[in-house]
């Protein structure tokens, strides 16, 4: 079966830069997609990455390591509305579209 | 173009009853998924359908049943309820292999009491 790890709680400070890991075990390797939950709200899809390295998208950047079984999120210049949970995903498997999650990190930013 | 759609939004139900959810997926979509989320056990997957036809399924008992129209919509349904069903339960969806970018609707708020 598929199982991520993240931590379940990370505390920054606006305007700072934070880095969420995940590690994952996956029967079979088909890319690490990240999630934005707000409180209330549905998850919002963020980035994904098939293949080892960086991959930016304004803010919000993403890596993945394959070798090690490693990824993480990192968020550059923190804002208020950044406050929700991140998650990381894997497809469930079986050829289909759903997908496994990590249990979420709530990220708390301070003023 | 619209989004996913999701009815009700808030459902509370007795112990021992059924309760059918309906998710309508964005305008070409086909694949539709369908997850449980808990505070203790956070995001679960229960299914994927694709042209109507399960393609996977999570962890869950059998009382979790879904299926999907040829218009893909998708409806799940949960048998003699328990309370350990109160969840938030969301569906999303995406197109053919878009298995990294799902697009969530807001989730029907279950209560079972």
């Known amino acids: 079966g598929q199982s991520l790890e993240q931590p379940s709680e990370v505390t920054a400070v606006e305007g700072a830069i934070v880095q969420i890991n995940c590690t994952y075990q996956t029967s079979g390797f088909y890319g690490l997609s990240w999630y934005q939950q707000h409180d209330g709200g549905a998850p919002t899809f963020l980035s994904y990455n098939g293949l080892d390295g960086l991959e930016e998208t304004g803010r919000f950047s993403s890596f993945l390591s394959r070798s090690d079984s490693y990824g993480y999120l990192l968020l550059q210049e923190l804002q208020m509305k950044d406050s929700a949970s991140y998650f990381c995903?894997?497809?469930?498997?079986?050829?289909?579209?759903?997908?496994?999650f990590g249990k979420g990190t709530h990220l708390i930013i301070q003023p | 173009k619209a989004g996913v759609t999701q009815t009700p939004r808030y459902l509370i139900k007795t112990r021992g009853q059924q309760v059918t959810l309906s998710c309508s997926p964005i305008s070409g979509h086909r694949s539709v998924s369908w997850y449980q989320q808990t505070p203790g056990q956070g995001l679960q997957f229960l299914f994927e359908y694709f042209s109507e036809t399960q393609r996977n399924k999570g962890n869950f008992p059998g009382r979790f049943s879904g299926r999907q129209f040829s218009n893909s919509r998708s409806e799940m349904n949960v048998s003699t309820l328990e309370l350990g069903d109160s969840a938030l339960y969301l569906c999303?969806?995406?197109?053919?292999?878009?298995?990294?970018?799902?697009?969530f609707g807001p989730g029907t708020r279950l209560t079972v009491t």
């Open positions: 999303a969806s995406s197109l053919e292999g878009g298995r990294y970018e799902q697009y």
């Open positions: 995903a894997v497809p469930s498997g079986g050829g289909a579209d759903g997908l496994t």
